[in-house]
């Protein structure tokens, strides 16, 4: 009896020694529902060959959900995940509040000289990074080149919100379910006001003084939003306060849009003729200015890969980010779906490779458009704050999301161009107020 228990005792020692060796550790990755992200998924084989003891548990969300539910998590300090996928608007101020991991450690094949500066800048806190990009952009117009011809136009090297309402109205066929023009319309601070955001700022328009008063009261943001609801109501496709990038992005690829204004990541989507009916047909310029203006309110914007400081598991968490972000994911997806479906717009090597400009025709237009992305400066005004597409203050989320259902509300038709700038201008001070703003 003996013998048998010190027998029994000695296999479980074995048992458990064996165990620890072969323990398998489940990382929760939280990322959005975009085609790189899915595009990710489907080469995890590559991952789980490399990290045998590393398991990967996906939640992929819509963009508004995405952002809701891992705010509210990493605020909270609530733990269910131990990689984020956010923008670079979220990095730095929470970076500041303590709620990120720094990435300086991500290993030498991660080749952190390699980034974009313009990129990388927006990650940092005090020198060190934050989070790692996945891909990033900047905006473009994307238009049918066959529409355009046959509307007997020529697309300007600088384009106008003029010529934008001659070409949308010239392509718009509805007996044929083509719209000139397919732009967000999905109320949130990332989705509609990304876009409208960014529009304003062409037109001279701009969120605050430099008092931080709002202004929607002014007339830049009033012609903004008229020349933005006419497009949308007149030439866009019908139901579109509920279009978002994807929505949008299915449009344009199923050719049902003549021009789309949006992120520069699209360009190898709908020019992928395994996905786009029209990749044969697709142009590229910059995004248009007011009349006689030079601000194109290109934005620029990073999906990056992050840890939260309640992560447990943190060597497992930087193991996957270093290799999601690396040359050789690049290379990876250069591999299997072809050079130019690549995730853009992160590396400097990527824009010095010849095979890469040459199966890209939107490579150079990408770069010159992150390159050229003022975000210190994006009004032609002046203003106390950074940001393309967003204003750089942890109150923004929530302002931004408001703003985007009162423009959404006007989009639809349940609230005038008047109200809904009214009704911004009002919640916005009232919310800026509470906050304790100008500080």
């Known amino acids: 009896m003996t013998f048998t228990l010190r027998a029994l005792l000695g296999a479980s020692v074995a048992i458990g020694i064996t165990g620890a060796a072969m323990a398998e550790t489940t990382i929760t990755v939280a990322t959005v ?107 473009m117009l994307m238009y049918r080149t066959d529409l355009l011809e046959k509307a007997g136009l020529t697309m300007p090297a600088a384009p106008d919100w003029d010529f934008i309402k001659d070409a949308a109205q010239k392509m718009t066929d509805k007996s044929a379910e083509v719209y000139g023009i397919c732009l967000r319309g999905k109320a949130g601070w990332g989705e509609n006001m990304a876009f409208v955001t960014s529009m304003a700022n062409s037109m001279g328009a701009r969120w605050f003084d430099m008092e931080w008063k709002p202004q929607f009261d002014s007339p830049e943001w009033k012609a903004t939003l008229d020349i933005y609801l006419d497009l949308m109501k007149n030439y866009g496709p019908p139901g579109a306060s509920s279009n978002g990038f994807n929505e949008n992005l299915a449009l344009f690829q199923q050719g049902k849009c003549g021009m789309w204004i949006d992120a520069t990541v699209a360009a190898s989507f709908v020019s992928n003729p395994k996905d786009s009916k029209v990749a044969d047909h697709v142009g590229y310029a910059v995004s248009p200015t007011r009349p006689g203006g030079e601000n194109h309110g290109n934005w620029l914007w990073s999906w990056n890969l992050a840890i939260p400081a309640t992560s447990t598991k943190a060597e497992a968490a930087k193991a996957f980010v270093a290799w999601a972000t690396s040359p050789a994911y690049t290379q990876l997806v250069a591999e299997h779906e072809g050079i130019a479906n690549v995730p853009p717009g992160t590396r400097t090597s990527l824009y010095e490779n010849a095979d890469y400009l040459k199966a890209a025709p939107f490579a150079e237009m990408t770069l010159k458009a992150i390159q050229s992305a003022n975000t210190a400066h994006p009004s032609e005004k002046d203003v106390p704050y950074t940001g393309g597409q967003f204003v750089s203050i942890p109150e923004f989320q929530a302002i931004g999301t408001a703003v985007g259902q009162q423009v959404a509300a006007a989009l639809a038709g349940s609230a005038t161009a008047e109200q809904a700038l009214a009704n911004a201008q009002t919640l916005t001070q009232r919310e800026m107020s509470r906050a304790g703003y100008p500080k």
Do not use: C
Request: without cysteine; charged residues 25%.
């Open 33 to 139: 529902n975009n085609g790189d992200m899915i595009r990710m998924q489907g080469l995890m084989s590559d991952f789980n060959a490399k990290h045998p003891d590393i398991k990967v548990n996906w939640v992929t969300l819509e963009e508004n959900t995405l952002r809701q539910r891992v705010t509210t998590d990493i605020a909270t300090k609530g733990g269910q995940y131990d990689v984020l996928t956010i923008g670079n608007y979220e990095v730095p101020i929470w970076a500041k509040q303590g709620w990120l991991m720094a990435l300086d450690d991500l290993g030498e094949g991660f080749a952190a000289d390699d980034l974009l500066p313009q990129v990388a800048a927006g990650l940092k806190e005090e020198g060190k990074l934050y989070a790692s990009p996945f891909y990033a952009e900047s905006s």
